[in-house]
């Protein structure tokens, strides 16, 4: 188990570097600077004495290699264009708002998502089987924000049963989980009728049924352990997808989380909020995708987990 999880971490601190490389140089590639961007009228002296002050005049590598520094230190930097805010600030502003978001889908898609693959699976061929996985496909094929303007305009435009933005009352939480939540149900209500479908015709449930153990027994006990490995496997970019799904779903519904900040930063290319969103995210993906993993060897033993 150590050596197992001692190659995971390191797998993930070598993704890390990776990430943070490659976003640097890709964002330092594009012409210009946090100060050029809408600002045509300031002098060209100004904007030269602005980026001596940032050391955004360095050589690229020096660049890299200073923030590399910065980065061991947890410091993400300021903003470029609010330089009394620390990416910090925002980070810790921002997302517990979008966690808290992101964790109701989580919980709402497993709940719903394997609740339809069972039900489906034991009622193969029926109406309610038919409908579901109609509906599966829609979750599948149709953008998110497709589903999100859709479902707005139903239920706060046409019949105004909920708010529009904000998160004030558990009623503004209702359509951004909804929402967020309508793709992975989706995935997982088909992942968990396919592997149903196969689990329920082992030897070893003929075998349960044989013995008299109830049928409730036999598809949560016995069929449902290991139904669930491949949605198990699905969590992690699960937890991914709904980070960076929630962004459009905050942007839509003027919530206040780490989506806004990210997409305010890209639009006015605040290097250092960029670069900070997508570490913290990042390492966050890693560290889910490290528990999943674990979580996967415990559930199914047969998984050698010092391999």
């Given at each position: 188990?150590?050596?197992?999880?001692l190659?995971?971490v390191l797998?993930?601190?070598?993704?890390m570097v990776?990430?943070?490389t490659v976003?640097?140089?890709?964002?330092?590639?594009i012409?210009g600077?946090p100060?050029?961007?809408?600002?045509?009228g300031?002098?060209?002296?100004v904007?030269?004495?602005?980026?001596?002050?940032?050391?955004?005049?360095?050589?690229?590598?020096?660049?890299?290699?200073r923030?590399?520094?910065?980065?061991?230190?947890?410091d993400?930097g300021?903003?470029?264009k609010?330089?009394?805010v620390?990416?910090?600030?925002l980070i810790?502003?921002?997302?517990?708002?979008?966690?808290?978001?992101?964790?109701?889908?989580i919980?709402?898609?497993?709940?719903?998502?394997?609740?339809?693959?069972?039900?489906?699976?034991?009622k193969?061929?029926?109406?309610?089987?038919?409908?579901?996985?109609?509906l599966?496909?829609i979750?599948?094929c149709?953008?998110?924000?497709?589903?999100?303007v859709?479902?707005?305009y139903?239920?706060?435009?046409?019949?105004?049963w909920l708010?529009?933005?904000?998160l004030s009352?558990?009623?503004?939480?209702?359509?951004?989980?909804v929402c967020?939540?309508?793709?992975?149900i989706?995935?997982?209500?088909?992942?968990?009728?396919s592997?149903?479908l196969e689990?329920?015709q082992q030897?070893?449930?003929?075998t349960?049924?044989?013995?008299g153990?109830?049928e409730f027994m036999?598809?949560c006990?016995?069929?449902?352990?290991?139904?669930i490995?491949?949605?198990?496997?699905?969590?992690g970019t699960?937890?991914?997808?709904?980070?960076?799904g929630?962004?459009?779903v905050?942007?839509?519904f003027?919530i206040p989380g780490l989506?806004?900040y990210?997409?305010?930063?890209?639009?006015?290319r605040d290097?250092?909020?960029?670069?900070?969103?997508?570490?913290?995210?990042?390492?966050f993906?890693v560290i889910?995708?490290?528990?999943v993993?674990?979580?996967?060897g415990?559930?199914?033993p047969?998984?050698?987990?010092?391999e």
């Amino acid at each position: 188990m150590g050596k197992y999880i001692l190659k995971r971490v390191l797998s993930g601190l070598i993704t890390m570097v990776v990430l943070i490389t490659v976003c640097f140089f890709m964002m330092h590639a594009i012409p210009g600077s946090p100060f050029s961007k809408g600002e045509q009228g300031v002098p060209e002296a100004v904007m030269e004495r602005l980026n001596e002050k940032y050391g955004l005049d360095q050589p690229t590598y020096i660049q890299y290699i200073r923030y590399m520094e910065n980065i061991l230190r947890g410091d993400f930097g300021i903003s470029y264009k609010n330089t009394t805010v620390q990416v910090n600030d925002l980070i810790a502003r921002g997302f517990p708002i979008s966690a808290k978001i992101g964790l109701l889908s989580i919980v709402f898609s497993l709940v719903v998502g394997v609740a339809l693959g069972i039900v489906s699976a034991v009622k193969r061929g029926s109406l309610f089987d038919g409908i579901s996985m109609v509906l599966a496909t829609i979750g599948v094929c149709v953008p998110l924000f497709v589903i999100s303007v859709l479902l707005m305009y139903l239920f706060v435009g046409v019949l105004g049963w909920l708010p529009t933005y904000g998160l004030s009352t558990w009623r503004h939480y209702i359509l951004p989980v909804v929402c967020l939540s309508f793709s992975p149900i989706a995935y997982i209500a088909r992942m968990t009728r396919s592997s149903m479908l196969e689990i329920m015709q082992q030897d070893y449930i003929r075998t349960a049924r044989a013995k008299g153990v109830s049928e409730f027994m036999v598809i949560c006990k016995h069929g449902l352990r290991n139904a669930i490995l491949p949605v198990v496997t699905y969590l992690g970019t699960l937890i991914a997808n709904l980070l960076t799904g929630s962004f459009i779903v905050e942007r839509l519904f003027a919530i206040p989380g780490l989506g806004k900040y990210f997409v305010d930063s890209i639009t006015s290319r605040d290097y250092n909020i960029i670069m900070g969103v997508t570490i913290f995210l990042g390492l966050f993906v890693v560290i889910c995708n490290l528990i999943v993993d674990i979580a996967y060897g415990i559930i199914d033993p047969r998984v050698k987990m010092d391999e």
